[in-house]
């Protein structure tokens, strides 16, 4: 009985404290292809303590998956619903009578140090996860603060009771380069783990205290090590207890990507104490603080556990990465201190440029700046901007260089602190073709990923030619949108040369687009369009595209989608090709078809990032109701409350933050523009708190799921017969307010 007490100790808290949290399910996106994890975490925080049960496959990127029946152990590092896994760094796993240094496999109980658990004995909350190891008889509970985690056992009366401290621990394609574990006393032990992964270079240091002495053993190569530390490349401790039935064994861990003194310091700033429950409810102030930025209100619970566990996810990352002393390990790997306090990491820049920075600039500027800032920094340091950075190396995943739009839409939207002559510099060089390096090279570095040579020829020839790069046709479309708010900015700052130049190069989108098929297609070097041409057709990352096809990439002109229109042949011919991308069939061909596309309607995949503007697309040609009745569809039918509740990746909170903005109801098409493109409002009222303590009120009347029409829209109080809404608008306060209907309005205007 006493095993399950924390339980419902924890059940009963969260059931007598009404708060934002107690609308979050950490489970939504742990199942499907989600690859989102439980585990606790506070808001932006450095450590991720989470449980992991697979190590192999697509669907163990977060190192957890809904449907596994049994536990690994608690790492303290986890990445939200990427695509690449990588992470899980420091393991820690409370064992009963094992002598097993290995994890086992997960089909033989007893193979390993491993254990069984059912769901019915897990729960997870903002900030706290607890689950029941069933083979041990273990309750484990596990909650953190920004840079540290702090685990709790409840054991039976043995013995024979362990932690086991395995840093060997890798997850899908790492490789373990240098381990290092010192036993300081009876009480506290610290150590290294360098790995190569994703991140080619990845060093994580820690810190750590028990709260009860221990026996320590210390292994290297599965063999007793008689001394007080060991190094090597499999490095692994058992930390030896003898409980009384329902004794609690605490243990607390501080992070650094610096030194071990740096772990501890954090740890020592952040848990002085022993006190569990108080960090617990720490972690649970600091995500109610932030859920609080927006108010909802409904009659359906399902959709506030929905929207509540999407703002949670997309609040995770960016992650800090500075230690409490204010020193980092920079884009260079090298050390550096920020007299500011800030520096980040986790950019997942290709995903959340759409949705999660444009939803930062209205309810969190301030940290949107520290978020330009510190690529600002990695630039100064590493020489480049990244594309997606992670733990400060340049992974080069995916395509364009959309710390442009980030950096760009701040300014345009007036947040400015930060040197902005540097971001320009930052951004031009971003998007030419130049001799990238480092001084470090440590980290095996493949510059030719991190500096495609696309941009050379997208400069020297106005259109990358398929048969000399890959993903050239989806390459050549971003980098027009990257080049357009380059020029963007470059007006903002009165350099008109370069607006002249940048405004000309957003242009050659046009040169992929064959008016013969309609769509947007490779041509070869010799201007020749490539052939045999199949608009379903795909070869994941081998082909003119980049996880999509043609019927998906056709539509990534957000900056001039006029002259998307005209391209087309009109409007009339618009609309018909648009209204085929939703209707016909989901049928996907190719050698080799994307995990990725995902959440089909007809060939438009909502589980993958390109397209997820796509449906504001009728805004601009007088077809608002098409807007509308697609928002609705995709709000209710591909937004779940359940462990397969995403269409897709959560890729570090961008599906998330297009519920969040398409619920409330609008959406930008091409963020730097300070538009945003009117949608189907979700709720009956929701309030958003913005800088200066001004609030945004959007009410709903008429609210019902078969009202999914808006009939008319006022903006305090004055009629606008438009479906969009501008930046300024938003960030004044107010009321916005919906009237709905159930049939379409057809007099609602068009965004031009």
């Known amino acids: ?59 163990a990127c977060s190192g957890y998956h809904y449907s596994d029946s049994t536990i690994i152990g608690f790492s303290h590092t986890h990445l939200n619903g990427t695509g690449i896994g990588d992470y899980a760094d420091i393991l820690f796993m409370p064992t009963v009578e094992c002598d097993r240094l290995v994890a086992g496999v997960d089909t033989i109980p007893g193979s390993g140090y491993r254990s069984r658990f059912s769901h019915a004995n897990e729960f997870a909350r903002p900030g706290y996860y607890s689950v029941l190891l069933d083979d041990y008889n273990v309750r484990a509970e596990l909650t953190a603060t920004l840079r540290a985690g702090m685990h709790r056992y409840t054991f039976p009366c043995t013995d024979q009771a362990a932690v086991l401290v395995d840093l060997t621990h890798l997850l899908r394609n790492q490789k373990n380069l240098d381990l290092e574990l010192r036993m300081i006393d009876d009480r506290r032990i610290e150590g290294m783990k360098i790995s190569r992964g994703w991140a080619k270079y990845q060093p994580v240091y820690f810190y750590a205290e028990f709260s009860k002495p221990f026996r320590p053993e210390l292994f290297r190569n599965g063999k007793i090590v008689n001394d007080e530390s060991a190094k090597g490349k499999d490095i692994k401790a058992r930390l030896h207890f003898k409980t009384e039935e329902g004794e609690q064994i605490v243990a607390k861990i501080g992070l650094s990507a610096v030194d071990c003194e740096g772990a501890r310091k954090n740890l020592m700033a952040e848990i002085p104490d022993w006190d569990f429950d108080a960090v617990a409810a720490a972690a649970d102030k600091a995500w109610n603080k932030r859920l ?28 800090i990465f500075i230690d409490i002393d204010n020193r980092y390990r920079g884009q260079d790997l090298k050390i550096h201190t920020s007299p500011q306090g800030e520096y980040y990491t986790i950019f997942s820049l290709w995903d959340t440029f759409r949705a999660l920075h444009p939803l930062l600039t209205i309810i969190e500027p301030e940290l949107n700046e520290a978020f330009v800032r510190t690529l600002i920094r990695k630039y ?130 046009k040169n992929y687009f064959n008016e013969a098929t309609g769509f947007m297609q490779g041509k070869m070097q010799n201007g020749s ?25 056709s539509w990534f002109v957000p900056h001039d989608v006029g002259q998307l229109v005209e ?37 438009y995949a909502h589980g993958n990032e390109p ?48 519920y969040i903005l398409n619920s409330i109801g609008f959406y930008p098409v091409a963020p730097t523009d300070g538009i945003y493109s009117v949608g189907r409002p979700l709720f009956d009222r929701v309030r958003i708190s913005l800088p200066g303590g001004k609030k945004l009120i959007v009410k709903t009347i008429n609210n019902s799921q078969e009202n999914k029409y808006i009939q008319k829209m006022t903006v305090n109080g004055i009629e606008q017969n438009r479906p969009w809404l501008e930046h300024g608008t938003i960030m004044q306060g107010g009321t916005i307010e919906f009237t709905m209907g159930p049939e379409p309005n057809h007099d609602f205007g068009c965004i031009q």
């Not at 070869?539 to 980049?546: E, G, L, P, V």
């Not at 011919?573 to 080799?592: A, C």
């Not at 937004?639 to 599906?655: I, K, R, S, T, V």
Request: proline letters at 5%; a negative charge.
């Open 611 to 658: 397209g997820h503007h796509t449906v504001h697309l009728y805004n601009y040609v007088g077809e608002s109701w098409k807007t509308q009745r697609l928002a609705d569809t995709i709000l209710y039918n591909l937004y779940l409350d359940a462990p397969d509740g995403l269409a897709g990746n959560e890729d570090c909170g961008q599906m998330s933050a297009w």
């Open 567 to 603: 391209l087309h042949g009109g409007r009339e011919r618009f609309i018909m090709k648009l209204d085929s991308l939703f209707t016909i069939s989901s049928q996907l061909e190719g050698p080799q078809i994307s995990g990725d596309i995902t959440g089909l309607i007809g060939q």
């Open 1 to 59: 009985m006493k095993n399950i007490l924390p339980l419902l100790t924890a059940l009963v808290l969260y059931a007598c404290s009404p708060s934002y949290t107690s609308y979050v399910n950490p489970m939504i996106g742990t199942g499907g292809h989600g690859h989102t994890y439980p585990g606790a975490t506070v808001p932006n925080g450095m450590v991720q303590l989470s449980p992991d049960t697979r190590l192999v496959g697509w669907d």
């Open 529 to 553: 369009w490539r052939t045999p041409f199949n608009p379903r057709a795909l070869n994941h990352r081998k082909d003119d595209y980049c996880e999509g096809n043609a019927w998906q990439w």
């Open 292 to 319: 609080a930025k927006i108010d909802i209100k409904t009659k359906n619970p399902t959709q506030k556990r929905i929207f509540y566990t999407a703002m949670y996810h997309a609040m995770l990352n960016p992650s």
């Open 380 to 509: 100064e340091e590493g020489g480049s901007l990244p594309m997606w950075d992670l733990a400060s190396n340049y992974t080069g995943t995916m395509i364009g260089y959309h710390a442009v739009s980030v950096i760009t839409e701040a300014y345009m939207k007036g947040a400015r602190n930060f040197d902005a002559q540097k971001a320009f510099e930052a951004c031009v060089k971003a998007s030419r073709y130049h001799d990238f390096s480092i001084e470090n090279r440590e980290n095996g570095l493949n510059t030719n990923i991190v500096m495609p040579i696309g941009k050379l020829y997208k400069d020297s020839l106005t259109y990358i030619p398929c048969d000399l790069d890959v993903e050239a046709v989806a390459k050549g479309l971003e980098y027009a949108y990257n080049d357009w708010c380059i020029s963007q900015f470059a007006r903002a700052l009165g350099k008109e040369a370069e607006y002249a130049e940048y405004n000309l190069k957003g242009e050659y989108y």
